[in-house]
């Protein structure tokens, strides 16, 4: 074979490369992890290898390059797909040592850190005219009484999501939505009660639901030029408090504008690899506002490959065959769903976007990203099932639109 993907992780955006890859290449993809989840158990379109220790920096590139030999005699070239920030993290960093073997998809160090850490990210999008919210730094020992240039309610979220990432703690969010300074000081007292001791993001709360996010997805190639671009229009988040932020219910969508401004600038700074980017539709100035900019693939992205961007294949026509093709925009209508689709239906508040569901629905034009024909067993089937009808009493106990 040309090449073989070799997928970091074993969670939903790990499943949904895997799939994308089975559905335009017809392979299995290799997925080196630390455990076992249920996104890609009892699966036959991957071959997992498991790591103790995988997140650790030294075990981390020590077992892929325990793997090159085997996997070089299967494929002519190993392409590294990271499903989450913090394997992206550990791949760049060891960059050195793993590209002689493997082909890295993913910005550089450098650029990684602007990115990553979320104060000099948004000195980017004052540099580039990004519109994004009010925010103030908040760093650990600061007053959390300062005063705030902006009213509550406000965002309270961590500025280093890797470090976030690995800290536990009781009432852990992705990001908290406080409504009140009793709130706000609660939030950072527990956040500061644990390993993480990083810097803070105080924003400005968009006014709005669910429905007012968007999410932009695209491929840029190993010369910085956008190979495509996909939006998607939010309509749920998973309302699950550790599970915030993300996204259970897309429409495929389409704005020139946003794909021009932020092809421009994905170019302008020479952004390589897969792209994840999450804006809200701030409708006080009728601008939409970036939150964060993800360098790899979204964890609902599948989302892309759904609406017929199939996002394995521009990551193979750039690195495996070294092709310039023109920039694709995504401008189709498919409803993705990472729930059930009675709860989809039950729960998008803004009845226009109810009635664009329901059609989707009833001409057949949904897709989900582990539910895969091709990829079907009664035990996987059965432990889907189990698994998403939970999602029936999350979504009764901590749905909260907020307007």
């Not at 103790?52 to 077992?63: H, I, L, Q, V």
């Not at 005219?129 to 961590?158: C, N, Q, R, S, W």
């Not at 009675?342 to 976007?353: A, S």
């Not at 999602?391 to 901590?398: A, M, S, T």
């Amino acid at each position: 074979m040309d090449f073989l993907p070799v997928i970091l992780g074993s969670d939903d955006n790990a499943y949904g490369m895997a799939r994308a890859f089975h559905e335009e290449y017809g392979i299995k993809s290799i997925v080196a992890t630390k455990g076992h989840l249920l996104s890609t158990m009892h699966s036959k379109i991957v071959e997992k290898k498991i790591f103790e220790n995988f997140d650790d920096p030294k075990t981390f590139a020590d077992s892929l390059l325990s793997l090159k030999d085997e996997l070089k005699q299967r494929g002519e070239k190993l392409l590294l797909i990271a499903s989450n920030e913090n394997y992206v993290e550990l791949a760049v960093r060891a960059r050195s040592v793993l590209e002689p073997h493997y082909i890295l998809p993913f910005v550089s160090e450098q650029m990684m850190d602007d990115i990553i850490f979320k104060e000099k990210f948004y000195s980017m999008c004052e540099e580039y005219d990004l519109d994004y919210p009010g925010t103030v730094i908040f760093k650990k020992g600061m007053d959390p009484y300062m005063e705030l240039p902006f009213d509550f309610p406000a965002v309270v979220k961590p500025s280093d999501s890797m470090r976030y990432f690995n800290a536990q703690f009781e009432g852990k969010k992705k990001a908290y939505v406080v409504d009140s300074r009793e709130e706000f000081v609660d939030a950072i007292t527990k956040i500061y009660g644990s390993t993480y001791d990083g810097t803070l993001i105080i924003q400005d709360y968009i006014p709005g639901d669910d429905t007012t996010m968007y999410v932009l997805n695209a491929y840029c190639d190993r010369n910085g030029k956008v190979r495509m671009m996909c939006l998607g229009h939010v309509l749920l988040e998973d309302p699950t408090p550790i599970l915030i932020g993300n996204y259970v219910a897309i429409v495929g969508d389409k704005n020139q504008e946003l794909y021009d401004q932020y092809k421009r600038f994905l170019e302008a700074i020479g952004f390589t690899g897969y792209a994840n980017i999450d804006l809200k539709y701030d409708r006080r100035d009728g601008k939409f506002k970036i939150f964060e900019l993800n360098i790899r693939q979204g964890r609902s992205s599948f989302f892309v490959t759904a609406n017929g961007y199939n996002m394995s294949r521009y990551l193979v026509e750039d690195r495996v065959y070294h092709r310039d093709n023109p920039v694709v925009y995504g401008d189709n209508e498919v409803l993705w769903h990472g729930i059930p689709l009675d709860i989809v239906v039950k729960y998008t508040t803004d009845p226009e976007l109810t009635e664009q569901v329901q059609s989707l629905i009833r001409e057949g034009k949904t897709a989900s990203t582990l539910y895969y024909e091709k990829d079907r067993s009664f035990i996987r089937r059965f432990k889907l099932h189990s698994y998403y009808k939970t999602y029936h009493q999350r979504f009764e106990e901590y749905f909260n639109p907020r307007g």
